[in-house]
């Protein structure tokens, strides 16, 4: 059994960070991304990475948000820097079946094939 669980959600006033992790677990990490759902909004992509490591950022998290992983300790990361209002939400790790390498743009939710319970993300202003 696939089990992805997040951590590392909070409240943060604009400007701060946060930190999220995936713990995965009957699954040899591979192609993962992040992914967030703020309500009344379609789930979208905040960071993929590949499995040679490459990774792709949306233009509205490029330079604050990075993505990458431990494969030793089965987790995903997404350290996020210089948070915004806008980015609250409800953030979600996801993998995929398949291998991508020299990624050249992000996920989309129906490529992924495993998906966390999801963990929340306040920034206040």
């Known amino acids: 059994q696939v089990l992805l669980v997040e951590s590392g959600g909070g409240s943060v006033q604009a400007g701060g960070s946060l930190k999220l992790s995936c713990v995965v677990s009957g699954y040899t990490i591979g192609t993962m991304a992040w992914f967030r759902q703020a309500p009344g909004k379609e789930r979208e992509g905040v960071g993929s990475?590949?499995?040679?490591?490459?990774?792709y950022y949306p233009d509205s998290v490029k330079g604050r948000f990075t993505i990458s992983r431990d494969i030793a300790k089965s987790t995903l990361y997404l350290q996020m820097d210089n948070l915004k209002p806008e980015d609250s939400a409800t953030y979600y790790c996801?993998?995929?079946?398949?291998?991508?390498?020299?990624?050249?743009?992000?996920?989309?939710?129906?490529?992924?094939?495993?998906w966390g319970q999801g963990t929340q993300v306040t920034v206040s202003s």
């Open positions: 990475i590949g499995n040679d490591e490459s990774t």
């Open positions: 996801g993998a995929t079946s398949g291998t991508w390498r020299r990624i050249g743009r992000h996920l989309r939710p129906d490529e992924i094939l495993h």
